[in-house]
């Protein structure tokens, strides 16, 4: 069943979605749902047995839980009001309340309850690989955003913090070993714990330019973060003494720093930049939001996980036009902490807080102070980590300098902790007999998105250049004339049992097909090895040889080419 | 992860629900809905790679279809009115109508729509394990009938109806070997082609006494059919003339015909039952519903599914009382063809239409007619095959008498036709160049239905017997003192290496258990093979094996042990 096109649809805007859909590994049947094709399923199957090897490795126990859960058990985890309309939630028949799972931690929790009941069953990890689904509001890039898709999700349950600790480095090098074998170039960073709660977590990317998500790297110690979580160093060591009076300059029609700058002749790196946050307190609904100026240096961007992640800002959202206007009588561009109204709060960068002699927005549209100085012009701000690490910052581990990549997030790894067991009431007797929380970690690998991770990442013009190790096919047999030369039939069959005794996963190509159709195809879905069979290779006792990634064939005898295929799947 | 319960819970009402539960196979969620523990996995994937081997190799490419499906598919087959609530429907966050798989007709079809554009590519057969959910109203029997449950289900492409009964025989034969290869006694049946429609159906039951369903097979012949379907012979060849007057009889208090009979010191054959069914007419509504008198002979009894399928009873239900008292001005067990009111219609079973001088209801409560003919007493009347096939009946192929049996359906394989495909639109473009539809067939066989239904056949007091095949583990080594004593662990972990590396796949119990408690769990999980390792039988260079089915152990040396378990498995 080989259904390839030239052309993807329109609504496939990246490379591995319009491949996926070229190659005929997946089709659309609605938005964000797939069905995935013998060719697709193949690959799957392949990134299935990698993954199940090495869980079973590493201890774990496989499970199948369901897809439909009882509305009951998110209530009971309070997630069933927290996780929002990504949760597809319904009635059966007798109107009770069921989700369809985008995860597993009520239903694992509510399995352990049940099951441990002494510190001699741990620890114990039960692992899964089954369809979950998210309604996610924009579903986009084939498989990368889908609402169905199949995950590996792993629960692990310890007696305490430092046997989770050790599952989870257990848990951590099984992830190493299996995108290793998996063939991808990955990366695994340290995340921010996001809404999951509990200390600790990782993610695992697989690098790609396309990637969504920017992960910091020191190429000299190793260190890797997501930039979400990376946490940025104060640029400066110490505060410089004012030099400059506090001067009122007219910028006209110049609101970002990166315009005032130059207009003002002096570097980006001594504008400080004015965001405006609004963050509701549930206590005083009726006093209107706290209003909170967050500052940055011109050239930092703003890293809203931290923001997030602040105490004071807690459930922050961006201020709207009427409410800067409102509290600082001026428009966005030229906004500034010196004037505001009353309570207006401040919470400069660490960056920021060391500066001096600085140009902020005059809160006057068409104006900027120079010459801005803390303790003098302004009282000695609260500060707090607040931006992206920046290419050449100093690694957190101060080893080197920050390198910054692009990658897709394909694993997630996190230390919940009690978070779970705590609420949910599960707990096993310790040796002295005491009822104890169960201390958890969860572990997810997302199998559907790794084809396309693995696409975004191993591509060229003429299609996929599937690893190896999770090729549909790893070698295909491309005979010219199969239905009409005996010997070409009879070298490409015999070509075929040889290969397939000595383990290899071979495709014999016998449509009627022109070499340019079979070629392409082939190229387009990504089959590392080919053979061409031809009567003329015959003669001379060759056959054509042309790796996926090579620039032009080269003739082999057929022992040489079965030696090279193997040898490539056995290096 | 070993977590036996001595007591099932109160709602497992069978042996493979009780004993699934117990020996931690299963975790019940919600009603009908189940988590699968690592043992239950375990059979599960060795079930599942029997039936994926033999798909496979069938010519069946593997495609993974996606569990919620555009309800908007299921109105253009017409089935989304007609599938009733099992089918779970839902809106997304869009408010989008979808629905939750229950079977995927629809889906493959409309990516066969997609897929396939000329004769060249067929015939092509799909196939998916794949989890589904049908919203049974009392889900029930574990496993046996749960909402939510692991399917293979196939569909096959071709040409035309004989390229569909090729395709047909080919699954059907490959249905046979995963059969048998899973180790269990079972039946392939003649069945009814029910709501699905199409021609020509096939059902595969594990025989089993607490099964659902009657099996009429003939031992002499081979035939077999679902009792649904199995035709009925009219048991007289012809009807004896009239011997006996036309006489109304007392029958005070008898209304059934196992009642009535002695009474009036006749055998049973001589009675016929009379049934009362309503069928409702679209055209007429105003009229009320049809009103029809079913007679059957006395000891015979409906098959509710061929009044079905007669036309002129299409779509009926049974009669209320106040109806029946309405038309007969009698209650029921005095019913009979004689005075009726005008117009209720008779539909005799065949045998019934042969019958003479026989017994039926009076129409008056208390009474029956005696001696009644056909022709004489009653107009000849409408016949049709209206009961269901008796132990003794004789075969339908004419080769001997029927036995019934009782199983449990675990697969089902139908010709479809063009049903799909004429509906949706489903065409391919023949040798001339013209649009056909495509004749499409179906084959399921129930993944998690069928540990119940293995369970169902093979059990004892003590717990289940796995057929090797699909234990979740062939043998178990049961050491006596593992962290006691050097000899024993050393000669438990070789004895784990040899078989192991020998292929079997085998559990060495290192808990610090009792023997008692070992031997009760694994004989409760149900492993094929034990050997016991102790100090004592060291010394005497022997180990304990017990197969699950033996009375008693037997002393071999530890090569012996493991030339039985190898040998078992191979034979």
């Given at each position: 069943m080989i259904h390839t096109l030239k052309e993807a649809p329109a609504?496939?805007?990246i490379i591995s979605h319009q491949l996926m859909i070229r190659s005929g590994m997946i089709q659309r049947i609605a938005a964000g749902i797939y069905a995935f094709m013998p060719l697709g399923v193949r690959v799957m199957r392949k990134i299935e047995a990698i993954v199940r090897g090495e869980m079973n490795r590493a201890g774990a126990l496989e499970a199948l839980m369901p897809m439909v859960q009882p509305a009951g058990l998110w209530r009971i985890s309070q997630r069933l009001a927290r996780y929002g309309p990504e949760l597809l939630r319904f009635k059966d028949r007798h109107a009770r309340d069921f989700v369809l799972g985008p995860t597993h931690e009520e239903v694992v929790t509510e399995i352990a309850r049940a099951e441990i009941r002494s510190y001699r069953q741990l620890p114990l990890i039960l692992y899964q690989i089954q369809s979950k689904f998210r309604d996610e509001i924009r579903p986009r890039f084939g498989v990368m955003r889908a609402r169905e898709f199949v995950m590996k999700d792993a629960y692990s349950f310890d007696r305490d913090a430092a046997g989770l600790a050790r599952t989870y480095q257990r848990i951590f090098d099984a992830y190493q070993r299996i995108f290793t074998r998996l063939g991808l170039n990955f990366r695994a960073v340290a995340a921010d714990n996001g809404a999951i709660g509990g200390s600790g977590s990782h993610e695992f990317h697989v690098i790609?330019?396309?990637?969504?998500a920017a992960i910091a790297y020191c190429p000299a110690s190793g260190y890797a973060a997501n930039v979400e979580a990376a946490p940025a160093p104060a640029l400066l060591d110490m505060r410089a003494p004012p030099r400059q009076a506090l001067v009122k300059a007219a910028t006209p029609g110049k609101t970002a720093c990166r315009e005032v700058a130059p207009y003002l002749s002096i570097?980006?790196?001594?504008t400080v930049k004015s965001l405006v946050l609004a963050v509701e307190k549930k206590e005083k609904v009726e006093d209107g939001p706290e209003i909170w100026l967050l500052l940055l240096r011109g050239d930092h961007s703003l890293n809203e996980v931290k923001a997030g992640n602040a105490p004071q800002l807690s459930g922050y959202r961006f201020a709207s036009e009427r409410e800067i206007r409102e509290w600082f009588g001026a428009p966005p561009?030229?906004?500034?902490?010196?004037?505001?109204?009353?309570?207006v709060r401040i919470l400069a960068d660490c960056t920021v807080a060391r500066m001096s002699d600085f140009v902020v927005g005059a809160?006057?549209?068409?104006f900027h102070w120079t010459g801005v100085n803390w303790g003098r012009d302004l009282p000695e701000p609260e500060t707090a980590d607040l931006r992206d690490v920046v290419e050449g910052d100093l690694s957190p581990d101060g080893k080197g300098r920050l390198s910054i990549c692009r990658g897709i997030e394909v694993g997630h790894i996190f230390q919940l902790g009690t978070r779970y067991s705590d609420i949910m009431g599960a707990h096993y007797l310790d040796d002295a007999g005491v009822a104890q929380p169960l201390a958890m970690g969860c572990y997810g690998i997302g199998i559907t998105r790794l084809l396309g991770a693995a696409i975004e990442q191993n591509f060229d013009a003429r299609g996929i250049l599937w690893p190896a190790a999770i090729a549909p096919f790893e070698a295909v047999l491309c005979p010219m004339g199969y239905h009409r030369s005996e010997a070409v039939r009879h070298a490409a069959d015999r070509l075929y049992a040889t290969l397939t005794e000595r383990g290899a996963d071979v495709m014999l190509?016998?449509?009627?097909?022109r070499a340019g159709v079979m070629f392409a195809d082939w190229e387009l879905i990504g089959i590392p090895h080919r053979l061409v069979i031809s009567e003329r290779g015959l003669k001379e006792n060759t056959v054509e040889y042309q790796g996926r990634d090579d620039a032009c064939p080269t003739s082999l005898t057929p022992e040489q080419a079965v030696a090279h295929i193997v040898g490539a799947r056995n290096s």
């Open positions: 609504d496939a805007e790609a330019e396309t990637g969504e570097p980006v790196e001594r561009g030229y906004l500034g902490p010196l004037g505001a109204r009353e309570p809160n006057e549209e068409g190509d016998d449509r009627n097909e």
